[in-house]
């Protein structure tokens, strides 16, 4: 038997229905014993933070919405099923009545590291420092939307006193830094 190459292609799905998209991949490709033709399916995701009713709250956001990753080897009848799977509307980069078109290996890489860079490195620390004289906008709590500018920084508890201006008048907040974003 000939050595098997798998390369990258990418799927593109139903907008939201991409965690769906991969489940389905994955049934259908052991349903029809084709494991060795698809090796991974992927959704590159990336955590944030996000403060929701005062409470700090980890998310996973998806890298690229709208598409699947999948590691496969398009012989026979594999194309067609990844193709015909529910939600999924093709390749991306196929063209009528072409092989679709695999990704090259320096994209894979970096969408690759890019996924494990992300998954190691982003925990709380990764917060954006902030700087004083720095214009921000509000982003979570009462004062949602308004903008002000840092008055001072307290990194130790990942504060920030921001100058804040409402009905005419100006007013200090004391905001964590994930309620902020620069602008």
Not at 100 to 114: D, F, K, Q, T
Not at 170 to 181: C, D, H, N, S
């Amino acid at each position: 038997m000939s050595e098997v190459t798998k390369q990258w292609y990418v799927l593109r799905v139903a907008g939201g229905r991409e965690k769906k998209a991969k489940e389905y991949i994955e049934n259908e490709i052991k349903r029809l014993k084709l494991q060795d033709h698809v090796s991974q399916v992927l959704i590159p995701t990336e955590k944030i933070y996000q403060v929701k009713n005062g409470k700090k709250v980890s998310k996973d956001r998806i890298y690229f919405p709208g598409y699947v990753l999948v590691e496969a080897d398009l012989v026979g009848e594999v194309e067609h099923v990844l193709r015909n799977i529910p939600n999924v509307s093709g390749f991306l980069g196929e063209t009528k009545g072409s092989k679709p078109m695999a990704l090259r290996l320096s994209e894979v890489n970096r969408i690759l590291g890019r996924v494990d860079e992300l998954s190691e490195v982003n925990n709380e620390e990764n917060v954006t420092p902030f700087v004083v004289g720095e214009p921000v906008k509000v982003t979570d709590g009462p004062f949602n939307g308004f903008d002000g500018i840092i008055e001072e920084v307290n990194e130790d508890k990942k504060k920030l006193k921001v100058m804040v201006k409402i009905f005419g008048r100006k007013t200090l907040l004391e905001l964590g830094f994930i309620q902020v974003e620069k602008e």
